[in-house]
């Protein structure tokens, strides 16, 4: 895996701020390669080994709850505040879980997987989303109730036509945790607008 200088990590920071405010979801496809793989460790069936079905997830996604529930009139009308951070990845973050997960991502083991993304130079980056109740109430330990997303990105330069002139190109998403708030969202991160 690369390492990550600050103008690499400010490119990823620009990449992952347009990727994020790309309101149509087909568009949001170009930031991935076609062959850009997803392990998600809270419902590891969530795994994709192309861009078609990430884009296919995200599409299945919008208009449902983070149970996959079909969003009530009730929620719709809640005022949410969405939130994101990105931060490099911290040296002891360069891991993938098991090989059970990977092997959904076509991956036959996690060591695969690492050699994979060495001989690429991949180089990863951290984001927290979430989404809060603006005026909702708080749990028993103070925190606002909402949804929070932990997802590893990782990026590749210049290894697919679809990536602009050499430009760094998503490849791999590790989903972390998806859940309720718990505190930690945003640590030792930026915002992104």
Not at 120 to 140: C, N, S, Y
């Amino acid at each position: 895996m690369a390492t990550s200088s600050p103008e690499i990590t400010n490119r990823l920071k620009e990449l992952y701020a347009d990727y994020r405010n790309t309101a149509d979801i087909d568009a949001r496809g170009r930031f991935f390669a076609a062959d850009c793989r997803q392990i998600c460790r809270p419902q590891p069936t969530y795994a994709a080994q192309n861009r078609a079905t990430i884009v296919r997830y995200l599409h299945e996604s919008s208009g449902l709850s983070i149970d996959g529930a079909s969003v009530t009139e009730e929620e719709k009308n809640k005022k949410k505040k969405s939130s994101a951070t990105i931060r490099p990845l911290r040296p002891e973050e360069f891991e993938f879980g098991n090989d059970e997960l990977v092997q959904h991502a076509g991956f036959a083991t996690v060591d695969d997987l690492k050699r994979h993304a060495e001989q690429r130079g991949w180089v990863g980056m951290h984001v927290d989303l979430w989404e809060e109740e603006e005026d909702g109430e708080k749990t028993a330990d103070g925190l606002s109730q909402g949804t929070l997303i932990k997802v590893q990105y990782w990026w590749a330069r210049g290894q697919d036509k679809d990536a602009a002139d050499g430009d760094w190109i998503q490849v791999f998403h590790d989903i972390m945790y998806i859940g309720p708030l718990d505190g930690t969202q945003g640590l030792d991160s930026e915002f992104i607008e």
